[in-house]
């Protein structure tokens, strides 16, 4: 009983400071020189004048003909509904890629999945679009 009653306690007192600690943070200021100002200024215009960003993706497919790579893009869309999907063509092959992936390691799981029916599936390190990552 008195073990319980201990515990209960110490429950009570750590959510109550807890909560008081949470409150108490809202009005943080942190001082920083002016040229950590001028930093993150530049930092920031720069994130902005960049249109794209690189990010991992898995070329399933690389071809020469149009028609092989329409049905490896069909293919995919009917197995993964929903999960992006682009082509581009690199004269003379045109090339299929799929998903966004933040690193190597997140991709490797649904890669191993995608080579069961795309067996030259590979990872590639692409310029994508943020346009395209905002709207998926």
């Known amino acids: 009983m008195l073990i319980v009653l201990s515990r209960f306690l110490f429950t009570f007192t750590f959510f109550i400071f807890a909560l008081t600690g949470a409150f108490c943070q809202k009005n943080i200021h942190v001082e920083t020189s002016a040229s950590v ?10 994130g902005k004048a960049n249109e794209t960003i690189k990010a991992w993706r898995i070329q399933i497919i690389t ?5 092989e790579m329409e049905n490896a893009k069909s ?3 009917a197995m993964y509904p929903g999960l992006n999907i682009d082509w581009k063509h690199v004269a003379p092959y045109y090339q ?7 690193n190597k390691n997140k991709l490797m799981p649904f890669l191993l999945e995608v080579k069961r029916t795309f067996p030259s599936a590979t990872p590639v390190y692409d310029n994508v679009s943020k346009k395209a990552l905002v709207s998926n």
């Open 63 to 67: 071809t020469d003909d149009r028609r």
């Open 96 to 102: 299929v890629r799929v998903g966004y992936f933040e």
């Open 37 to 46: 100002d001028r930093f993150m200024e530049k930092f920031v215009a720069n």
């Open 75 to 77: 293919t995919f869309s």
